[in-house]
């Protein structure tokens, strides 16, 4: 452009249409011709005055406001205002310091100082106020750095402060303008060296650095970056936090023009960032650096400027503090495992100075007792604690100084604590414990009926036996009287008793063949629009129907729903379902024979073996066997000597050979010596077994009882039954014009096979789709669940194995009742074999009856159960019957955590979504508001930049931009009043992020952002002042160092 070329070299001259004798285009408004004078104005051209006219007015530096009047004037005063300009800049030029060029020079004199540093200073800030923006251009970058070298040495000297106070205005002159302000913005140390002014010690110098400085962090793209950076690096050569000369301004109480600036600052400062996180880490390290003991006194000033920029500030801080509550309020979709938070907890406080005080909170949590109903309340109050201090509703850190001044509102979740333990018990006991308890009353409660229909039984045969004897008795005495009689008529002419009348013929009562059987209803018959895969259930046939039975009370019609018909149809159009391999490795143990000597070759090696391991005398062995010592034998031991003695002719042999006693081996004085013990192996079984009678007992009775409560709750189970209706209402609408289509039932075990129906898609099955309904529609079926706690363990009992348990039970009980018996007095003192026997007998008998008793309820329970559910029980066993049930309760709350685990990745899908738009949206509005900041000051490169900053930031104009389309959210709940809005779904996606652990450090907050740090040690050489090795060089090295 015309008025933007610089003056460093003589013009160049060219041709004019207006002047002839002009040798330079640039007619004398860069101050670089001497014959400018020359130009004639009055006889030039309406257009080129025009032309030439708007060009002054830009290089005048006026806004379109101020251009706007002088634009409305005619040819005459614009011909006027040139000619005046052009005399203007001529006399101007005979000044000595009036050029650019003479300003750089005078600037960069080793030899300048004191007042006559402070002439040129002023003169120069007077020249870039008043001069073209042409003038500014061409004292750029050598005139920046003059007035930044001279600024760094008078900064380090107390006697040139009224050179520091005017090198500062000339930097905001130099700034007034588009050029200017973005040459200190490229600059790599302008504002690093301008921080250093901000001194509390020089009050004027710091007001107008401080307000420049709040200017310059809403320029875009990195203004806020550059001060920070700027701060950072002054905070460190002086040895403190980087914010304290801020604070300390706003601390001037008879200074109000200072604290303007100074909160003006803070809100640039702590508005401008984007992100969250660190708007709310540059907050904090302001509150801690002082500010948090100043705000109750700002924000009782009167001063009305001062007020509005404390209103800001709290504005701002609630807004933030908002959003940061409302991320917190979503804490569990992704942070739902206690371990991957606390790995994340560690990893986040790992070899930092946190780590101690980590590990010290773990510790106290660990001291919390062990106690069922105190140590929820520990949580709760901790985590109530907690909650309070992290999301502070200040919306700042606490003051960490003084733990008094942070006060936490437990009050309401006390109360809750109090008036729930007035309703709880203290000495309440643990799950376990009561399940425990539970199963001791359902065996007590069993064993009690068992014993009363064993009583009932014996009282009905008791009662059978009376009426037998005295049938028997009555028949006795007449067969005597009647005798003689009998003797006199003879045989009488009865004759044979007539036939019975015939059955009815066949057929004769039952209903029609097509009709079903007690009352029942033929199904509904549905027909679907598409074709669906089947449920390949096996159809009931009524006939085998009991009217008990489920089948015949079920009207799944009740929940026919337009949405469940075509959500079936949509998720099992026909596919084929994939095929499943399975492969069995079956292996063989082998087995591996051991070659044994003595007695008969094997008997010998084995009692050798077995005595070598006991070690115990055989008269002792005799004698504990004798008395039944059980508390000196064991089972094991027992079971040994069954499994090796010699046979009975073996030991009647070795009985005969008392006499050569001592010639005898080992094995064979053992033999000998346990041959007196008559019955020996029928004793070693009896003793064996009244020492594992309570095991065996313990193991039959549990397992009776889980099975007996199992039938017991799923043929009573209401909410089951609504499960199977609602399954035979989908099977039959997916198999309608199918074989098993209108089906009154299905075989229960096709429960355990819902996975194998699969939906179009082939990623979720009928189960997933049963579970979806059964949670989305009716989610009181769901309580079967808990309705049915005894099928896991009545799913381990076997019937066969049970059978075979308690009539092993009662074979042994009658042959030790028979060796009673058959037990001959015995000479032998030590021998208790009878007297402790028959005390056992007895009880092993009462115990005998009540498990027979109890199995055959369990037998006919089950029974039962089968009619009600129409299968076999011989083919379908309870041990299967039992394993399909818990196989399918285990698959349905499977199917349910993975429906679950659905719907959290489509909501974690939809969250990202939603941050991704957020994000995008952010960008947008971010480069809006750089936009909108241009706005303020200029729509061309040559108006007054920093002046209208200023006035933006003094109004308060400049952080009036929204970040989320200016809508305040509803405010935030205080103290335990917030826990009904704080119900935790646990999930965090900026906690994950990490980005708030990376920003904040409550240890050192001289250093700024990461981002700040590295644009530092990048800094590079490209403005070396090298002319001398003043002060001021070497500050300007360490600056550069750093």
Same mark, same amino acid.
């Given at each position: 452009?015309?008025?933007?070329?610089?003056?460093?070299?003589?013009?160049?001259?060219?041709?004019?249409? +207006?002047?002839?004798?002009?040798?330079?285009?640039?007619?004398?408004?860069?101050?670089?011709?001497?014959?400018?004078?020359?130009?004639?104005?009055?006889?030039?051209?309406?257009?080129?005055?025009?032309?030439?006219?708007?060009?002054?007015?830009?290089?005048?530096?006026?806004?379109?406001?101020?251009?706007?009047?002088?634009?409305?004037?005619?040819?005459?005063?614009?011909?006027?205002?040139?000619?005046?300009?052009?005399?203007?800049?001529?006399?101007?030029?005979?000044?000595?310091?009036?050029?650019?060029?003479?300003?750089?020079?005078?600037?960069?004199?080793?030899?300048?100082?004191?007042?006559?540093?402070?002439?040129?200073?002023?003169?120069?800030?007077?020249?870039?106020?008043?001069?073209?923006?042409?003038?500014?251009?061409?004292?750029?970058?050598?005139?920046?750095?003059?007035?930044?070298?001279?600024?760094?040495?008078?900064?380090?000297?107390?006697?040139?402060?009224?050179?520091?106070?005017?090198?500062?205005?000339?930097?905001?002159?130099?700034?007034?303008?588009?050029?200017?302000?973005?040459?200190?913005?490229?600059?790599?140390? !302008?504002?690093?060296?301008?921080?250093?002014?901000?001194?509390?010690?020089?009050?004027?110098?710091?007001?107008?650095?401080?307000?420049?400085?709040?200017?310059?962090?809403?320029?875009?793209?990195?203004?806020?970056?550059?001060?920070?950076?700027?701060?950072?690096?002054?905070?460190?050569?002086?040895?403190?936090?980087?914010?304290?000369?801020?604070?300390?301004?706003?601390?001037?109480?008879?200074?109000?023009?200072?604290?303007?600036?100074?909160?003006?600052?803070?809100?640039?400062?702590?508005?401008?960032?984007?992100?969250?996180?660190?708007?709310?880490?540059?907050?904090?390290?302001?509150?801690?650096?002082?500010?948090?003991?100043?705000?109750?006194?700002?924000?009782?000033?009167?001063?009305?400027?001062?007020?509005?920029?404390?209103?800001?500030?709290?504005?701002?801080?609630?807004?933030?503090?908002?959003?940061?509550?409302?991320?917190?309020?979503?804490?569990?979709?992704?942070?739902?495992?206690?371990?991957?938070?606390?790995?994340?907890?560690?990893?986040?406080?790992?070899?930092?100075?946190?780590?101690?005080?980590?590990?010290?909170?773990?510790?106290?949590?660990?001291?919390?007792?062990?106690?069922?109903?105190?140590?929820?309340?520990?949580?709760?109050?901790?985590?109530?604690?907690?909650?309070?201090?992290?999301?502070?509703?200040?919306?700042?850190?606490?003051?960490?100084?003084?733990?008094?001044?942070?006060?936490?509102?437990?009050?309401?979740?006390?109360?809750?604590?109090?008036?729930?333990?007035?309703?709880?018990?203290?000495?309440?006991?643990?799950?376990?414990?009561?399940?425990?308890?539970?199963?001791?009353?359902?065996?007590?409660?069993?064993?009690?009926?068992?014993?009363?229909?064993?009583?009932?039984?014996?009282?009905?045969?008791?009662?059978?036996?009376?009426?037998?004897?005295?049938?028997?008795?009555?028949?006795?005495?007449? !067969?005597?009287?009647?005798?003689?009689?009998?003797?006199?008529?003879?045989?009488?002419?009865?004759?044979?008793?007539?036939?019975? =009348?015939?059955?009815?013929?066949?057929?004769?009562?039952?209903?029609?063949?097509?009709?079903?059987?007690?009352?029942?209803?033929?199904?509904?018959?549905?027909?679907?629009?598409?074709?669906?895969?089947?449920?390949?259930?096996?159809?009931?046939?009524?006939?085998?129907?009991?009217?008990?039975?489920?089948?015949?009370?079920?009207?799944?019609?009740?929940?026919?729903?337009?949405?469940? #018909? +075509?959500?079936?149809?949509?998720?099992?159009?026909?596919?084929?379902?994939?095929?499943?391999?399975?492969?069995?490795?079956?292996?063989?143990?082998?087995?591996?024979?051991?070659?044994?000597?003595?007695?008969?070759?094997?008997?010998?090696?084995?009692?050798?073996?077995?005595?070598?391991?006991?070690?115990?005398?055989?008269?002792?062995?005799?004698?504990?066997?004798?008395?039944?010592?059980?508390?000196?034998?064991?089972?094991?031991?027992?079971?040994? #000597?069954?499994?090796?003695?010699?046979?009975?002719?073996?030991?009647?042999?070795?009985?005969?050979?008392?006499?050569?006693?001592?010639?005898?081996?080992?094995?064979?004085?053992?033999?000998?010596?346990?041959?007196?013990?008559?019955?020996?192996?029928?004793?070693?079984?009896?003793?064996?077994?009244?020492?594992? #009678?309570?095991?065996?007992?313990?193991?039959?009775?549990?397992?009776?009882?889980?099975?007996?409560?199992?039938?017991?709750?799923?043929?009573?189970?209401?909410?089951?039954?609504?499960?199977?209706?609602?399954?035979?209402?989908?099977?039959?609408?997916?198999?309608?014009?199918?074989?098993?289509?209108?089906?009154?039932?299905?075989?229960?075990? #096709?429960?355990?096979?819902?996975?194998?129906?699969?939906?179009?898609?082939?990623?979720?099955?009928?189960?997933?789709?049963?579970?979806?309904?059964?949670?989305?529609?009716?989610?009181?079926?769901?309580?079967?669940?808990?309705?049915?706690?005894?099928?896991?363990?009545?799913?381990?009992?076997?019937?066969?194995?049970?059978?075979?348990?308690?009539?092993?039970?009662?074979?042994?009980?009658?042959?030790?009742?028979?060796?009673?018996?058959?037990?001959?007095?015995?000479?032998?003192?030590?021998?208790?074999?009878?007297?402790?026997?028959?005390?056992?007998?007895?009880?092993?008998?009462?115990?005998?009856?009540?498990?027979?008793?109890?199995?055959?309820?369990?037998?006919?329970?089950?029974?039962?159960?089968?009619?009600?559910?129409?299968?076999?029980?011989?083919?379908?066993?309870?041990?299967?019957?039992?394993?399909?049930?818990?196989?399918?309760?285990?698959?349905?709350?499977?199917?349910?955590?993975?429906?679950?685990?659905?719907?959290?990745?489509?909501?974690?899908?939809?969250?990202?979504?939603?941050?991704?738009?957020?994000?995008?949206?952010?960008?947008?509005?971010?480069?809006?508001?750089?936009?909108?900041?241009?706005?303020?000051?200029?729509?061309?490169?040559?108006?007054?930049?920093?002046?209208?900053?200023?006035?933006?930031?003094?109004?308060?104009?400049?952080?009036?931009?929204?970040?989320?389309?200016?809508?305040?959210?509803? =405010?935030?709940?205080?103290?335990?009043?917030?826990?009904?809005?704080?119900?935790?779904?646990?999930?965090?996606?900026?906690?994950?992020?990490?980005?708030?652990?990376?920003?904040?450090?409550?240890?050192?907050?001289?250093?700024? +952002?990461?981002?700040?740090?590295?644009?530092?040690?990048?800094? +590079?050489?490209?403005?070396?002042?090298?002319?001398?090795?003043?002060?001021?060089?070497?500050?300007?090295?360490?600056?550069?160092?750093?």
């Amino acid at each position: 452009m015309f008025f933007n070329k610089k003056s460093k070299k003589p013009s160049k001259s060219t041709s004019s249409a +207006s002047s002839k004798s002009a040798p330079s285009d640039d007619h004398g408004f860069n101050g670089g011709d001497p014959f400018t004078e020359t130009v004639d104005f009055q006889h030039m051209g309406d257009k080129e005055v025009d032309k030439r006219f708007e060009q002054l007015l830009d290089d005048m530096n006026l806004t379109e406001e101020k251009k706007a009047p002088l634009r409305s004037k005619d040819g005459v005063f614009r011909r006027q205002m040139l000619q005046m300009h052009v005399r203007g800049v001529t006399k101007s030029k005979g000044g000595e310091l009036d050029t650019p060029q003479a300003f750089i020079i005078s600037l960069m004199d080793p030899d300048l100082k004191g007042g006559k540093r402070l002439q040129v200073l002023e003169a120069l800030r007077v020249s870039l106020t008043s001069k073209p923006v042409s003038w500014v251009k061409e004292f750029g970058e050598r005139g920046l750095n003059a007035i930044l070298r001279n600024l760094t040495y008078c900064c380090d000297n107390t006697s040139e402060r009224r050179s520091t106070y005017e090198c500062v205005r000339c930097l905001k002159a130099f700034m007034n303008n588009k050029f200017g302000l973005m040459s200190i913005l490229d600059h790599e140390e !302008a504002l690093t060296i301008m921080s250093r002014t901000v001194d509390p010690s020089d009050p004027p110098t710091m007001l107008e650095a401080v307000r420049l400085l709040a200017a310059m962090c809403l320029v875009p793209p990195n203004g806020h970056e550059k001060v920070l950076e700027g701060l950072t690096v002054c905070g460190e050569i002086r040895s403190q936090e980087r914010f304290v000369p801020i604070i300390s301004g706003l601390a001037m109480r008879d200074n109000p023009a200072m604290q303007v600036a100074c909160i003006q600052v803070v809100n640039a400062i702590v508005f401008t960032p984007d992100d969250i996180d660190f708007r709310m880490h540059l907050r904090n390290e302001f509150m801690r650096t002082g500010l948090i003991d100043l705000l109750e006194w700002l924000d009782n000033q009167e001063d009305e400027e001062l007020k509005t920029h404390v209103k800001i500030f709290h504005e701002h801080k609630e807004e933030d503090q908002e959003e940061f509550s409302h991320r917190y309020d979503n804490i569990s979709m992704e942070i739902e495992d206690p371990t991957a938070c606390f790995q994340l907890l560690l990893r986040s406080v790992g070899n930092t100075v946190a780590e101690p005080y980590f590990l010290s909170i773990l510790q106290h949590l660990l001291l919390i007792r062990d106690d069922i109903f105190a140590r929820p309340q520990y949580y709760k109050l901790i985590e109530e604690c907690i909650t309070q201090i992290v999301l502070h509703r200040s919306g700042c850190d606490p003051d960490f100084r003084q733990t008094k001044r942070f006060d936490i509102d437990v009050e309401p979740l006390l109360v809750s604590l109090s008036d729930r333990s007035k309703f709880e018990d203290p000495g309440e006991i643990s799950i376990a414990d009561m399940t425990a308890k539970l199963d001791t009353a359902l065996t007590a409660k069993q064993e009690s009926e068992a014993k009363a229909t064993s009583l009932e039984s014996k009282v009905q045969q008791y009662e059978l036996e009376l009426t037998q004897l005295k049938e028997k008795i009555s028949q006795g005495i007449g !067969a005597n009287i009647s005798a003689a009689l009998v003797k006199g008529h003879g045989e009488g002419a009865g004759g044979p008793a007539p036939p019975p =009348p015939p059955p009815p013929p066949p057929g004769a009562f039952s209903p029609p063949s097509n009709a079903l059987p007690h009352g029942m209803a033929p199904k509904k018959k549905y027909t679907t629009t598409a074709q669906t895969k089947r449920l390949n259930w096996n159809k009931l046939n009524p006939k085998q129907l009991e009217k008990d039975s489920i089948w015949v009370n079920l009207h799944e019609e009740q929940f026919e729903s337009p949405d469940i #018909f +075509s959500n079936l149809e949509e998720m099992f159009s026909t596919k084929a379902p994939p095929k499943k391999e399975h492969s069995e490795v079956a292996e063989k143990p082998a087995k591996k024979g051991k070659e044994l000597k003595v007695l008969d070759m094997k008997s010998g090696q084995n009692l050798s073996i077995l005595l070598a391991s006991i070690k115990i005398p055989y008269p002792e062995i005799k004698r504990r066997i004798l008395q039944v010592d059980e508390a000196n034998l064991t089972s094991a031991m027992i079971e040994q #000597f069954i499994k090796y003695m010699p046979e009975p002719d073996e030991m009647k042999k070795l009985s005969e050979l008392k006499e050569d006693y001592n010639t005898l081996a080992e094995p064979e004085q053992f033999a000998v010596t346990m041959s007196t013990i008559k019955r020996l192996v029928p004793r070693l079984n009896a003793i064996l077994f009244k020492m594992r #009678f309570s095991e065996l007992v313990s193991d039959i009775k549990p397992d009776l009882v889980s099975a007996t409560e199992a039938c017991d709750e799923i043929k009573n189970s209401r909410r089951f039954a609504k499960l199977l209706e609602l399954l035979l209402l989908m099977g039959n609408y997916l198999n309608s014009g199918s074989r098993n289509a209108q089906s009154i039932g299905f075989d229960i075990s #096709f429960l355990t096979k819902l996975e194998g129906t699969k939906s179009q898609d082939n990623t979720l099955t009928m189960l997933h789709f049963l579970a979806q309904i059964l949670e989305e529609k009716y989610p009181d079926i769901l309580g079967f669940i808990d309705e049915t706690i005894h099928i896991e363990k009545a799913a381990r009992v076997s019937t066969e194995v049970l059978q075979k348990n308690i009539n092993s039970m009662g074979k042994q009980i009658k042959d030790l009742e028979l060796d009673l018996k058959n037990l001959g007095k015995s000479n032998d003192p030590d021998d208790k074999f009878g007297e402790v026997m028959k005390d056992f007998l007895k009880d092993a008998q009462q115990q005998y009856d009540v498990l027979s008793t109890m199995f055959k309820k369990l037998e006919t329970l089950f029974e039962a159960t089968a009619k009600y559910f129409a299968f076999d029980p011989k083919k379908y066993t309870m041990e299967e019957f039992f394993g399909d049930m818990k196989t399918f309760k285990d698959s349905l709350q499977k199917a349910l955590k993975e429906n679950a685990k659905i719907r959290e990745t489509q909501e974690k899908i939809r969250r990202a979504k939603e941050a991704k738009e957020k994000t995008e949206r952010e960008k947008k509005e971010k480069k809006m508001r750089q936009v909108a900041i241009l706005d303020m000051t200029t729509d061309d490169n040559q108006e007054g930049v920093m002046d209208n900053l200023l006035e933006a930031l003094k109004t308060g104009s400049a952080f009036n931009v929204k970040r989320d389309g200016g809508k305040r959210r509803t =405010p935030r709940a205080a103290g335990a009043e917030r826990r009904a809005q704080l119900a935790r779904t646990r999930s965090r996606q900026n906690l994950l992020d990490g980005s708030l652990v990376r920003e904040i450090d409550f240890t050192d907050s001289k250093l700024s +952002s990461s981002v700040d740090q590295e644009n530092i040690k990048n800094k +590079s050489n490209k403005h070396s002042l090298a002319d001398d090795e003043s002060e001021t060089e070497k500050l300007l090295e360490k600056l550069k160092a750093m």
